[in-house]
């Protein structure tokens, strides 16, 4: 064997274990996206919100709270009362506040914005986990500012 041979077999190798170690990142994108949810026990549409995360594909841990201590979580988190919802989840750095539909939280996190997160104030009938979309109250999904002020991110007609 020459050395010429030994430097194309090395660099034949080398090309494939590039190849390998590059399609990783790929792979690693599609894995779950995992999100933190800090909701009351006793709410069902909390619970409902996540079979929906699930079914998308979010993997999905819980916490319990409730009360002065989950409101407390919500405003040492950046989210302002008047966004306020019932259960808050946390995902990449982003909150996420009440019953924001799961393509909406995946905008955010391919649009990447200086921001706290997402928000549906309150809770709208047919929003994600609370009855069905068909039967759909208008409502709208805001980005909250790190100043506390929310725009608009995406906006739902009545159904």
């Known amino acids: 064997m020459t050395q010429h041979d030994f430097s194309r077999r090395s660099f034949l190798i080398a090309g494939a274990a590039f190849g390998a170690l590059a399609g990783l990142p790929v792979a690693a994108s599609d894995a779950p996206l995992e999100i933190h949810v800090m909701k009351d026990p006793n709410c069902g549409c ?25 409101s407390r979580y919500k ?62 109250e208008a409502y709208n999904v805001y980005l909250i500012g790190r100043d506390g002020g929310a725009t608009v991110f995406n906006s739902y007609p009545a159904a």
């Open 46 to 70: 909390c619970s409902a919100w996540i079979e929906i995360l699930e079914a998308e594909g979010f993997k999905v841990t819980t916490e319990t709270s409730f009360g002065t201590a989950l």
């Open 75 to 136: 405003l040492d988190n950046g989210i302002p009362a008047r966004m306020a919802s019932c259960h808050t989840g946390k995902i990449a750095g982003y909150m996420i506040e009440g019953h924001v539909p799961p393509a909406d939280i995946r905008a955010l996190l391919k649009a990447r914005p200086d921001a706290v997160g997402l928000s549906v104030p309150g809770m709208p009938y047919g929003s994600p986990g609370m009855g069905p979309e068909y039967q759909r």
